[in-house]
């Protein structure tokens, strides 16, 4: 079993819909959550990240953190046509020289 | 800052030939990495450096070999390519404190 799991799609919403996106993880000792952005041929972006349990807003992007589920989630609202992309999820341990990465999801918003 | 940088961007070889790829990093960053992306497989950590002139082996590190002789710079090199190597690759960086990475734009590398 992978150590973190992320459904990698595709997810296809009319524009202005909500984007939903969640990874799951085994490992307890995860305290950094990121999620990353990757437009097509080019290299990962970070989009977002929360430290430990909690909920993070940043414009039209939320991504919520609940470390007793082992649950991780990232909301787009008002979804545009620049948010196709594939979305990563990616985590680590404080002192930890490496990140676990969820495989993608690949989310496309149609005009 | 140009934050990234990853030379070449595109590159096709032969088997058998080699190569080195350049990752160059200007945030003053201690740790860079080198992944490959496939489809359906994700990001998966070929080497890494904590430092100037250290480097260590990670998930699939097999034909593959690192050099970090300046801080700022991350080489990988293919000493005999082979057709399963052909992938994207990217360089990534971070800080000492926070575990955020980033990444650089990528190489795509096609081995015929």
């Known amino acids: 079993q992978k150590e973190v799991e992320q459904d990698p799609g595709p997810l296809s919403v009319p524009e202005g819909a909500i984007v939903s996106l969640n990874c799951t993880y085994s490992n307890s000792a995860f305290q950094y959550f990121m999620w990353y952005r990757q437009y097509s041929r080019k290299g990962p972006e970070l989009l977002m990240y929360?430290?430990?349990?909690g909920n993070k807003e940043d414009g039209r992007f939320t991504a919520q953190v609940d470390k007793s589920s082992k649950y991780i989630s990232l909301f787009i609202r008002d979804s545009q046509p620049s948010d196709s992309a594939t979305y990563l999820c990616a985590m680590t341990r404080s002192n930890d020289y490496k990140l676990s990465f969820g495989a993608g999801t690949t989310v496309t918003v149609r005009a | 800052n140009a934050g990234v940088t990853q030379t070449p961007k595109f590159r096709v070889l032969k088997t058998g030939q080699s190569m080195t790829l350049l990752c160059a990093q200007d945030m003053n960053h201690e740790y860079m990495y080198w992944y490959r992306q496939d489809p359906g497989m994700g990001l998966r950590l070929i080497h890494y450096s904590v430092g100037e002139g250290t480097t260590a082996k990670g998930e699939v590190p097999d034909g593959y070999n690192v050099s970090r002789l300046k801080k700022q710079n991350f080489l990988l090199g293919l000493e005999s390519a082979a057709p399963s190597q052909t992938s994207v690759y990217f360089c990534?960086?971070?800080?000492?404190?926070?575990?955020?990475?980033?990444f650089g734009p990528g190489t795509r590398l096609t081995v015929l």
């Open positions: 929360t430290y430990s349990s």
């Open positions: 990534a960086s971070r800080s000492t404190s926070g575990g955020l990475q980033f």
